[in-house]
């Protein structure tokens, strides 16, 4: 390239251009367009909105607290982070008073007589003889710096292990492990050391690393008999079970009754599906160690994996009998009755330890039991009398204490019992008391609707001084407590006092769920780390950790962390709920199957609920068979276990398979009534076969058993199959409030926006569905099937057309409903579709497992969308064929459907074919034989308000509209009367009735009528200022040229449309006509006095109305003088009258006709018709008019043109409005020669 | 009587910049002083961009509407004329496109054929868009931009959102379209061809 060809250098005095060519340019751009000047009306207009938006939008943001991230709950009233001087991040919070508080404290201190009034003014320790509480100072540096720094050296071995064993006392098991590793680091071989670092290992769950600690032990003292019995339970837990059953044996040979080792062996048979051995060896550890609740616990856990927790207390009774050690013996006795207590078996449970009691005097336990025993049975002052002589004896133990204030509150002496409660919890605080808090609390409230605030959170404090060695239970459970009591600002003073008194895993998981639950993910994450640090066992931690790091974007650590958890307690239902929920966010569902396979490969002695969980995580992802292999294999280790039995009953359910999922749904259903799985899937079994009364028995027991999610899900299944579908839609809303799952509710509630009409609903939940679970999901096909129809349902054609090409590409063309996809394409007709839904119910059908009425729910389901399809491109012939078939082929299964296609069918009843809708030049309305035909309503608001046409249509009193001396009275704001759909769509119509209005000037809506989708498909009529009618419709809003002359007055309005005219009729008078489309509404309810429920504002009538009609058919003109009390005075429409009606003197003079009526009748205006921009002005003549325009009414009149009607009428053709899109007009006379015409 | 020399001197105008913090501190009062200092140049901008005056009245309304509902929150990051070009352009575009549309639909129903082709752009005259005509309608943006509204080049790339360097690349090119075209080749100074040549020459 030479230099010529280049391109000119960049010279930056180029941009500035010579000041000729920007004079020229500027000019030009003032020839082109001349300063325009703003009317001072729109300024003002503009400034005033404008003002109004933004301090409107001030509001909603102050509303929404946006203004401060992260948002605060309500109870927190404003919240500040700042840097302290010793670096920490402090949290100061300031909280509200409150004051309701206070006032129920003092109601209830005045309503329970002077001692408790006393007795809860007085603090606590005060009671208690104890010093005033006073807050102790804050630890230096914090105790973030405490956890971050590193732990000072214990100096030697000895002093290492004693730190590590008061740490590990303290339950801070991070710090026992540092003093354990500074041993270990000093003595490489130190046994207690590696033991004890290998069980802190195994309760975290890392079972390798609990396995090398202990092999090394062992390899140093290869018959450390701890050591053997530990690495016995890792191998058991990592599934190594031959290797733990050959060293059980070898040391069960040795030590036949050491309970350990029984346990152990128990649980090897158990974890490998040896259910009955397994039982055996409980039984054997229950009747060698009958003291260890643990070894009662896991024999329960075994009979109800078994199926078999109803033989538990003749087992228990089988070995007291057996036993031959008196005291065991006793013992064994001792938990047959209180089991017999547990389960309701009161009376056998007071012989059985009567007998005991009897036996031993001494055994304060039997005596202790036994008094529980007679408290439940209602001997409640021989049970006090037991627990008094008990308490006397010197040996007696806080705990007791609990049981006798128990007593006492069933004997209602409260007083006494919060005495003895108090002290027991003051003696014993973590003896069991603090877990009665809750229980205690709830019973105040129940009662007195006291919350117990003050003398609890008192006597916790108290506690804590007496035991400050408890602070992790004490503080976590006084949090716990606070928090809920719904007392957030108080239980976070409360943790900020006790972290600077000291620390534990509790106590900073309480903080972390704290700072979680006010959106601080980062003080969150950090209160969870130093948790999981403090216990690296805690598996809470590990969980809100995982919830931190997930809000903070972090899920794959998210993701890890829950897996730590759900390793260290795999039955830990919340952290599986969280792992899988993460996985849909990351867009990666069946990621969870894999995670949870990991889990089963890490620890065995977790499978169990490993692999109903990826059971669960099979089915969602639509692997359901895959899900039912994994329950099987559940199954298989625990043949009763429930929650297997009702996921295998839910599982089968979505599979078709009803026969056996009834079964196993009623086998829970026998062992656990209010059992939330399996009542739920028998609500589905019910459901799908239609059977309302089983679904309903299902719904109550859920209700019931406080599943508040499956109660209000099945309600509203319930109502979707009976056709209710905004009530289906809101009972899902509701459900959708207690889940964090809320996929299958989108999919229901998108069904029931669908079949109901309410696309927007089923748009959004389409649209949720596809953004979680992608396109590539094997139901997409269907969710975009719907998405499409929704869309066309709200008329957002273009996006339809994305949203199909979109389907088109990635949908799978083997799987069902990629037809109807291609049906909407044009590229398939309906019959072709049907005719693959056949095939495929045909296949179904092949699959003997399936149930028929599910594969007959293709052709159903087909019909369905092909009627909407055929509804939205306005092939009504089509439509009808389909929705009549759906109602001819009625289908238990399927009833929705039916009940879909009926309210369709009755939408487009009124929406007549293209060509049964008269033409434009077609002559006047014929007159009906009578004025009762054709009523689609009526409401005569004589003596009620309820629809007397043959359609009774169900009326809905809004407010307090009522009949008030014959007429209906409408007392504006929020009253109003409401029908359901009047289909006024495609038809002609005629609306007429009589009103008038005691609120001077103001506007409101006569009537309305608002597709439910569209934005701003609608027909109303309102009242505006000045007295003027303005009708709406759709895209044809007219105002009526004359006013209405007085409202107090009686007025006749009549709104019609006929034959692509609306009109407007005032007292028998037509004022307007205009040429406009059919509506084209199918759906939203009907309302007299008030806009669409979606306008927002309060514009409601004020006033009174009779004689409410709609007609499905235009009135001829003498109906409409009938109806307006003139019938018989006027002949001929208005405009074959030229617009000016004289009525014979001697009628007014019989003062047939009211003031109004008069005034309208003798109004000499002209009268405009107006046909897009073709304006024809009708009036007696001589008049000349000035004719006006407004292209927006709020922009005032502009003049068009000045016209001279000299034969009857003038025409006029406005070019400019066809430029403008849609004008208002109207006419002024200036001069006329008809009498009483005075020029404007 | 107080002459006007003797009057205090008026306070001097808030800037655009402290007009919004009044605003988003709730000061609804500076909204009509932001109107008033505006309004007329988005006035202009909009008949220009609609060739109508009520769509321009329209696209006036919707543009201090829009500006109101950024309230409270919003964050000049740019000179307010950047700001606001695109919205006026946007909203008048939509505007023409409505108004287009309603045309089109009012034809229809009353069964008259379909309109013919939107007459071409002006193409005699001295109209603003014959003088521009020799430009694609990039280059015609940012010489009306720079020549006709006297943006300056960062604030011409802020209201387009592109590059200061595209700007300029469009001047550039746009002056020497300009400087050839015979309606506007007047304005431009002779060039001394000789002593480009021997400052190009090594």
Known sequence: MNSDQRPPPFDPEDFSGPEALQSLLRQADQADHPPLEVPPELDAEIVRKGRERIAAGRRASAAEGTATPPPLPAHIEHKVDVDDEAGRRVVRVAFRRRVAWLAAATAVVLACGWWIRQWSEAPIEQQAGLPAFELKPPQEGGPEAVIAAKLPDAGSVTNALALAAEARAARRAGEAIEYYEQALARDANEPTALLELGRLAFKSADLPEAEARLNRLLEAQPEHRDARIERTWVLTHAGKYAEAEAELDAMLSVTPEEPRLISTRGTVELLQGRIESALDWRQRWLATEPTNNEALTELRQTLEWAGKEQELPGIIAALAASATNPVKRAHLKLLHGNELVGRGDVTNAVLVLEEVAATNPEDATARLVLARALTHQGQLERAEALLRELLARPEAEPRWRLELAHNLHHQGREAEFWQEFSAAHLAAPTGGAANHYFQVTHRRLQSTNDPAFTPLNDLFRAALELHPELINDLGFHHTAWLRALNAGDAAYQNLERLLQQGDGPGLRLQLAELLYGIRNYDGALRAAEASRRLDPAYAPAWRVRGLSLEMLGRRDEAVESYKRALLINPTYDDAAHNLIRTRDKQQQPRKSVEDFTELIERRASGRVSYYLWRAYASTRTSSAVRGLEDIEAALQVAPGHLNALASQADTLTGLGRYDPARVAANAVLARSPQHRVANAALGKIAMDFGDLNLAEQARQRLEAGGHAYEAHFLRGRIQLYQGRFPDSIQSFTTAERFTPDASAIWEYRATAGLLGGDFTVAHRDHLWLLERFGPNDPRANGWLEHQYLAMRGRGFDGEAAATLKEALSKGNPCQWPYPMLRMFAGEIPPEVVLAKSQEVAFDMLKKTEYWPHRAFGYEVAARAGIGLFAEFEGDYEIARTHYRWLIDHPDPMWREYQMMATNRLRGIEGRASRKRLPTADDSTPQAGADLSEGLLAWLPMTTDLNDHSPANLPVTVHGSVRMENGVARFPGDGNFLELPHVPLGRREFSISFWMKSDATNEWFSLFSLKEANRCNRALYLQLRAFNELYLGFFRDDVVAPLAVPDRAQWNHVVVQYSRFRQSLWLNGRQLVERFAQPLQMVSGPFRIGAFPPDWGGHHEFHGWMRDFRIYGRALHHTEIHELAGVGGLLAGTARDAGGHVNLPEEVRQRGALSPAQTAVLDDPRPFLQIAGNQLLITAPPVQVYELQFSPDLNRGWSYLATLTNTTGSVNYVDEGALAEGMRYYRVQVRASEVEGTAPQ | ?202
């Not at chain 2, 005259?125 to 003088?131: E, F, I, K, Q, W």
């Not at chain 2, 006297?150 to 020497?176: N, Q, W």
Request: hydrophobic content about 40%; some cysteine.
């Open chain 2, 1 to 202: 009587m107080i002459s006007p020399e003797a009057m205090p001197s008026p306070e001097p105008a808030a800037t655009d910049q402290e007009l919004i913090a009044a605003l988003n501190a709730g000061e609804t009062a500076a909204f009509e002083a932001m109107y008033l200092r505006h309004r007329d140049w988005v006035t202009h901008l909009a008949l220009r961009f609609t060739g109508d005056r009520d769509a321009a009245f329209t696209v006036l309304q919707e543009t201090f509407r829009y500006l109101a509902d950024k309230f409270p929150g919003f964050a000049l990051t740019c000179q307010f004329r950047s700001f606001l070009y695109p919205v006026v352009k946007n909203l008048s575009l939509m505007e023409r496109r409505r108004a287009d549309r309603v045309i089109r639909l009012e034809e229809r129903l009353m069964n008259e054929p379909d309109p013919a082709e939107t007459p071409s752009p002006v193409t005699d005259g001295d109209g603003l868009a014959a003088l521009l005509q020799v430009l694609s309608p990039d280059h015609r943006e940012v010489v009306v931009l720079r020549f006709v509204e006297d943006f300056e080049v960062r604030e011409i790339a802020a209201a387009l959102e592109i590059p200061e360097g595209t700007v300029k690349s469009r001047l550039h090119h746009a002056l020497k379209l300009l400087r050839a075209s015979p309606r506007t080749r007047h304005c431009f100074p002779e060039r001394d061809e000789s002593n480009v040549q021997t400052s190009l020459s090594p």
